[in-house]
């Protein structure tokens, strides 16, 4: 029903910046809100940030300030602008759709990336 296609993911130094995008794509399926995992080595797969339908955001307490979420609702895009980059950022970035299918709206479904890598290191 919905296919996620990420990039924007490389290398940078500490304190540089890197802008992930989502595009989605499929039919029959509203989305509720999109959003940006992340999991590093060892770690817990942890939200990073979302944004509903309706514009309202949440954000790791460890990405607040620094990290900003928006969306194209034209194109169903995601993006996640990342500043301030720490060593303790570095991970794979997943990014994650959540809607209906438009026929059987009391169902939710999660979609996920195919996962991008982001190295902050100097």
């Known amino acids: 029903q919905v296919q996620l296609v990420e990039s924007g993911g490389g290398l940078v130094q500490p304190g540089g910046s890197l802008t992930l995008s989502c595009a989605a794509s499929?039919?029959?399926?509203?989305?509720?809100?999109m959003g940006w995992y992340r999991q590093a080595p060892g770690q817990q797969r942890e939200l990073v940030a979302a944004?509903?339908?309706?514009?309202?955001?949440n954000y790791a307490n460890s990405v607040k300030g620094r990290f900003t979420i928006s969306r194209d609702d034209i194109n169903n895009t995601v993006y996640l602008q990342m500043n301030s980059l720490k060593p303790e950022d570095k991970a794979v970035y997943y990014c994650n759709v959540r809607g209906r299918h438009i026929f059987i709206t009391w169902q939710v479904q999660d979609y996920w990336g195919q996962g991008t890598q982001v190295t902050v290191s100097s």
């Open positions: 499929g039919s029959d399926f509203r989305i509720n809100s």
């Open positions: 944004i509903t339908s309706g514009g309202s955001t």
